[in-house]
């Protein structure tokens, strides 16, 4: 059975304190990782796609990596408008997403 | 560009009752994926239409069903209305081949009393 397993659930940080938050990933064929940004009452916006091992993608001040059984998203020097959930998920066919639970950044001035 | 549409935002049911919810993907997207937000299950995914054809289905009841129609518009609908529907329902289009990516729309809040 496909699994996404983010960690942590819920993580706090200093404004400007760097940190990762993880995606572990079980598929049987993997067409592409995928992460999002969702704030309370929208829907997930779009951040990075990845599709291989080794594979890395920066915007401003996160930068998304993946190897064949997870994927990380470092986020460099945060600000409080960092804050949000971050959702990792992965393609198995035919635009099916298979979403992990998601992590809960918070970051204070 | 205009973003995925989804109508209404929010929506108050009664148990037993139906539901129908709309999504107008972006310009040029064939491909319409739906999906259940839950604060216990997260993202589950419902299903997929491309040109008018559920390529996809998740594990969800019967009652819940879609279309999509020539213009790529989509609609779900959702029968005999649970407690447990409540949730936010997603739309996300694409252009429809793996691995793309899909662009979700702000949501219908549905409630079930």
């Known amino acids: 059975e496909d699994q996404v397993t983010q960690s942590p659930e819920a993580l706090r940080l200093q404004e400007g304190e760097s940190s990762s938050l993880n995606c572990s990933y079980t598929v049987s064929g993997l067409r592409g990782l995928f992460w999002y940004r969702q704030d309370p009452g929208k829907g997930p916006e779009f951040l990075f796609t990845l599709y291989s091992a080794g594979e890395e993608k920066e915007k401003e001040r996160l930068k998304a990596t993946l190897t064949k059984k997870e994927s990380f998203l470092h986020i460099t020097a945060p600000k409080p408008e960092d804050s949000a959930t971050y959702l990792c998920?992965?393609?198995?066919?035919?635009?099916?997403?298979?979403f992990g639970t998601g992590t809960r950044l918070l970051v204070s001035p | 560009k205009a973003g995925v549409t989804q109508t209404p935002r929010y929506l108050i049911k009664t148990r037993g009752q139906q539901v129908t919810l709309s999504c107008s993907p972006i310009?040029?997207?064939?491909?319409v994926s739906w999906y259940q937000q839950t604060p216990g299950q997260g993202l589950q995914f419902l299903f997929e239409y491309f040109s008018e054809t559920q390529r996809n289905k998740g594990n969800f009841p019967g009652r819940f069903s879609g279309r999509q129609f020539s213009n790529s518009r989509s609609e779900m609908n959702v029968s005999t209305l649970e407690l447990g529907d409540s949730a936010l329902y997603l739309c996300?289009?694409?252009?429809?081949?793996?691995?793309?990516?899909?662009?979700f729309g702000a949501g219908t809040r549905l409630s079930v009393l």
């Open positions: 996300a289009s694409s252009l429809g081949t793996g691995g793309n990516i899909q662009y």
């Open positions: 310009s040029g997207h064939r491909s």
């Open positions: 998920a992965v393609d198995t066919g035919f635009q099916k997403l298979v």
